[in-house]
């Protein structure tokens, strides 16, 4: 998550007021899902090596 | 010696038969102060009967999400109210997919749908697919793709699909309570028709799903009457927003248990940590489990979630001295 993160990018509710410490610890291990600006579910393609997660809205982030 | 393992010893290490139903759920059982003689003992057996290489493969998902299906594990499934979206990898990418495994040094890369059964634009996806990764990668194609038709399996070999990986997912006696859009006989079917083709049989399953430990034998005793080429064995990683999203993790000691019961169940066959050692096993438990009866691991990138970096794991198999098992030898 970025520090402009509105929404958890994994489980896609508010950034701010909740703990997000099991996302952030799931995260190690898991691509995005939700878009951290608007909440869309992104479109997620994982390849052996890395991933891509696309929001219609932000487009296309890398790990 | 637990009278087990003493049994064990002379059965398996020494004769190369494999424990039945109950000599499983006697490991199983086996007290924590008597799992480091098991997996010794599991470990003793695969050196014997597989020898030291390890076999190493690569996977993608060339179709995810979106299936009708509903195993109750599966963030891919259509059903339930996962945040994986449907979407369709193009070929560039899985060649691309298939060039990173190559990478590794890894014989073996897996193209993964998630649907019920191939229809003609996966068919069409394959054939395409298959065709630019032979003529780019020198690596062995294998395919999952869920249940087939006659016809279907005859395509894949046709493609040059060397091995099908079709999971029972878990025991006869307890699948209907993981799976209800089909049987566990339909998914047998399946495995019996890939079988008669001549491709490699690849079927194993998930622990975790809250089966007994008895239906955890009776599943290891199921799998050795297939007697598949490869068993890949998956821990239960929740997955959020699916039925079995709220379940524990395997216990490590639990998991390593079932690895050494598998082994001893079956000597010869590939067994393979699949998904969901890390949450179970953590760190070491890729070491514990490659000493006490794995000979192949899934390196990189799961289908919907992330792996241990291939370089720490082919690491590893070089500080246990355990070869990569190189393309040669296996064709
Ligand atoms: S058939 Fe495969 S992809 Fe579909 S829900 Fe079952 S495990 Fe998931
Ligand atoms: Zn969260
Ligand atoms: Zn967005």
């Given at each position: 998550?970025?520090?402009?993160?509105?929404?958890?990018?994994?489980?896609g509710?508010p950034?701010?007021?909740a703990?997000?410490?099991?996302?952030?610890?799931?995260?190690?291990l898991?691509?995005?899902r939700?878009?951290?600006?608007?909440?869309?579910?992104?479109?997620?393609?994982i390849?052996?090596?890395g991933?891509t997660?696309?929001c219609?809205?932000?487009?296309?982030?890398?790990? | 010696m637990?009278?087990?393992?003493?049994?064990?010893r002379?059965?398996?290490?020494?004769?190369?038969?494999g424990?039945?139903?109950?000599g499983?759920?006697?490991?199983?059982?086996?007290?924590?102060e008597?799992?480091?003689?098991?997996?010794?003992l599991?470990?003793?057996v695969?050196?014997?009967?597989c020898?030291?290489e390890?076999?190493?493969?690569?996977?993608?998902?060339?179709?995810?999400?979106g299936c009708?299906?509903d195993c109750h594990?599966?963030?891919q499934s259509?059903?339930f109210?996962?945040?994986?979206?449907s979407?369709?990898?193009?070929?560039?990418?899985?060649?691309?997919a298939?060039?990173?495994?190559?990478?590794?040094g890894?014989?073996?890369?897996?193209?993964?749908?998630?649907?019920?059964?191939p229809?003609?634009r996966?068919?069409?996806?394959?054939r395409e697919?298959?065709?630019?990764?032979?003529a780019?990668?020198?690596?062995q194609?294998?395919?999952?793709l869920?249940?087939?038709t006659?016809?279907?399996?005859?395509?894949?070999?046709?493609m040059?699909v060397h091995?099908?990986n079709?999971?029972?997912e878990?025991?006869?006696?307890?699948?209907?309570?993981?799976?209800t859009?089909h049987?566990?006989?339909?998914?047998w079917?399946?495995l019996?028709?890939?079988?008669?083709s001549?491709m490699e049989?690849?079927?194993?399953?998930?622990?975790?799903?809250g089966?007994?430990v008895?239906?955890?034998?009776?599943?290891?005793?199921?799998?050795?009457e297939?007697?598949p080429?490869?068993?890949?064995?998956?821990?239960?990683?929740?997955?959020?927003?699916?039925?079995l999203?709220?379940?524990?993790?395997?216990?490590?000691?639990?998991?390593?248990?079932?690895?050494?019961?598998?082994?001893?169940a079956?000597?010869?066959?590939i067994?393979?940590?699949?998904g969901?050692?890390?949450?179970?096993?953590?760190?070491?438990?890729?070491?514990d489990?490659?000493?006490?009866?794995?000979?192949?691991?899934?390196v990189g990138?799961?289908?919907?979630?992330?792996?241990?970096?291939a370089?720490?794991?082919l690491?590893?198999?070089?500080?246990?001295?355990m070869?990569?098992?190189?393309?040669?030898?296996?064709l």
């Amino acid at each position: 998550m970025t520090t402009t993160a509105i929404w958890c990018d994994r489980c896609g509710e508010p950034a701010a007021g909740a703990d997000h410490g099991t996302c952030r610890t799931a995260r190690e291990l898991e691509p995005p899902r939700f878009c951290s600006r608007c909440r869309r579910r992104m479109k997620v393609q994982i390849l052996p090596a890395g991933w891509t997660a696309t929001c219609v809205e932000h487009g296309l982030t890398r790990s | 010696m637990p009278e087990i393992l003493d049994q064990a010893r002379t059965q398996v290490l020494e004769n190369g038969v494999g424990l039945d139903e109950a000599g499983v759920l006697a490991v199983l059982r086996l007290p924590d102060e008597h799992l480091p003689a098991a997996l010794q003992l599991a470990h003793d057996v695969r050196m014997r009967w597989c020898g030291p290489e390890v076999e190493v493969e690569g996977i993608v998902s060339l179709k995810t999400g979106g299936c009708p299906e509903d195993c109750h594990f599966c963030s891919q499934s259509g059903l339930f109210a996962s945040p994986v979206r449907s979407v369709w990898l193009d070929i560039p990418s899985l060649v691309e997919a298939a060039k990173q495994t190559a990478a590794t040094g890894a014989t073996e890369f897996c193209i993964v749908a998630a649907v019920r059964g191939p229809d003609e634009r996966l068919m069409k996806q394959m054939r395409e697919g298959v065709a630019a990764i032979r003529a780019e990668v020198d690596i062995q194609v294998a395919a999952s793709l869920g249940m087939l038709t006659q016809a279907q399996v005859d395509e894949l070999v046709a493609m040059g699909v060397h091995r099908y990986n079709h999971n029972l997912e878990t025991c006869r006696s307890y699948f209907p309570n993981v799976v209800t859009t089909h049987s566990w006989e339909e998914r047998w079917e399946t495995l019996t028709m890939v079988r008669a083709s001549g491709m490699e049989v690849c079927c194993g399953g998930i622990l975790g799903l809250g089966e007994t430990v008895e239906q955890r034998a009776e599943f290891a005793a199921q799998l050795a009457e297939l007697d598949p080429h490869e068993v890949p064995l998956n821990f239960l990683n929740p997955r959020p927003g699916t039925p079995l999203g709220d379940r524990p993790v395997v216990e490590g000691r639990d998991a390593l248990r079932a690895i050494a019961a598998f082994r001893l169940a079956m000597p010869r066959t590939i067994l393979r940590y699949a998904g969901g050692r890390e949450i179970t096993l953590g760190d070491l438990g890729t070491r514990d489990g490659l000493l006490g009866g794995i000979n192949a691991v899934i390196v990189g990138n799961y289908l919907t979630t992330l792996g241990r970096p291939a370089d720490s794991d082919l690491a590893l198999l070089e500080e246990l001295k355990m070869p990569v098992k190189a393309l040669s030898a296996t064709l």
